[in-house]
């Protein structure tokens, strides 16, 4: 069976394609990010994606299907119990979450744990609720900055986000404050997912913008993933955006850190200039922190249409021993009610210049069949514990 040298996963976050058969335990009926956006939207030009079979995978208002795709193109659904990010890219990655992380969305977080945060930071927490990141800074950003308090907050994911300004809060001391906040909340009943240093400038309401140096402290996953067994065996694994935070470094053997989702693609596209053995793991959260849990479908198209060029640049760049997937790690409608994620199937694009299988590929029940995949690419043993089952010979 022929392998690939240099294998590219990249994550077009909350990029779904219509709901899981079990969506409406979650809450979402009827979602479908890539196809509601689809229909919000007058244009919409998305051609390599079209190329590799986008279209094919949900209808398209204004893209057609193509009747010989590039690649092959299918859909995967969720094993795990969750549509968060950590739970998408762990399962990716052989993981099987069944115990979905705490969230505090409609009520905020305990008076208890608030309380053992303000001693430990030495700040008074205001704020204390779910809210957008932009809205809450327009709310109590100058409180913050007059009286030193610091903004605590929450969303509909397992998140708790501290917001600190760099001129007056210091980007230290708001690191300092995430990790005290990840320490405490180690225990059962307060344990998120992730806390989220989220660093912003400016003096007054309508001015403030959040900066690039957020900072992810997730939890560690809970057992070896196929990235632990790539390290083990002396293959490059490197990761870009917030893959490094999802996984806490673990198989990771170089992280680069992306200010946006086109400049992660810009980073992938020269690290396909490199020569390495191994796998480049990708991650473009702009889909979903700007436009998906906003609700803007119109920003969320323009994002795709701009990843689509930068796509493009990356297919160009690839060598004849390359494998390069598109996925989601779960949904996040930007026409749904509220401001979650939504429980939905994902896309699976492959690509190679080699690929002789092209078409559709046949749904499969689980995201780890990346992973395993990836292991049985590069010869290495799936750790113990870890689902998912190869479909390298789907891939040739």
Same mark, same amino acid.
């Given at each position: ?141 100058? *409180?913050?900055?007059? =009286? ?34 990840? *320490? ?40 070896? =993933? ?55 793991? =990708? ?58 994620? =939504? ?32 292991? *049985? ?20």
């Amino acid at each position: 069976m022929k392998k690939y040298n240099r294998v590219f996963v990249v994550v077009m976050d909350s990029l779904g394609v219509g709901a899981m058969p079990d969506s409406e335990k979650f809450g979402d009926v009827g979602v479908n990010t890539l196809g509601h956006i689809s229909e919000s939207v007058e244009s919409f030009r998305i051609p390599n994606l079209q190329k590799l079979g986008m279209a094919n995978i949900t209808p398209l208002k204004q893209v057609a299907a193509v009747s010989d795709p590039m690649g092959l193109y299918g859909k995967l659904a969720e094993k795990s119990n969750g549509k968060d990010t950590m739970t998408g890219h762990w399962e990716m990655m052989g993981l099987h979450v069944t115990k979905p992380f705490q969230t505090f969305t409609d009520t905020g977080f305990p008076p208890e744990l608030i309380k053992e945060l303000e001693e430990k930071t030495g700040h008074k927490v205001i704020g204390n609720k779910s809210a957008s990141g932009t809205e809450i800074l327009d709310e109590l950003a100058e *409180e913050e900055i007059a =009286t030193g308090h610091m903004i605590v907050y929450t969303s509909a994911d397992s998140v708790l986000q501290i917001c600190g300004n760099e001129e007056t809060f210091d980007l230290k001391e708001l690191y300092r404050c995430c990790e005290i906040a990840r *320490e405490i909340t180690m225990k059962d009943e307060w344990k998120v997912g992730r806390i989220i240093a989220r660093p912003y400038v400016g003096k007054k309401k309508g001015e403030f913008v959040r900066t690039s140096n957020r900072h992810d402290y997730a939890l560690k996953p809970f057992g070896p =993933t196929v990235l632990n067994a790539m390290k083990d065996a002396g293959l490059d694994v490197i990761s870009v955006g917030k893959i490094n935070d999802i996984f806490v470094g673990e198989g990771i053997t170089e992280s680069n850190r992306s200010k946006s989702s086109v400049h992660g693609m810009e980073q992938t596209i020269e690290i396909a200039g490199r020569d390495f053995k191994g796998i480049c793991f =990708t991650n473009l959260v702009d889909f979903d922190a700007l436009w998906g849990h906003r609700r803007n479908p119109e920003g969320y198209a323009q994002e795709i249409e701009k990843f689509d060029v930068n796509l493009g640049k990356l297919l160009d760049a690839l060598r004849d021993d390359d494998l390069l997937i598109i996925t989601a790690d779960h949904g996040n409608d930007p026409t749904y009610t509220g401001t979650d994620h =939504t429980r939905e199937k994902v896309p699976f694009l492959a690509y190679a210049k080699t690929l002789e299988h092209k078409g559709e590929l046949p749904e499969k029940d689980t995201f780890a069949v990346i992973g395993a995949t990836i292991a *049985e690419n590069f010869g290495v043993q799936m750790p113990d514990g870890c689902i998912g089952t190869s479909i390298l010979s789907e891939l040739q």
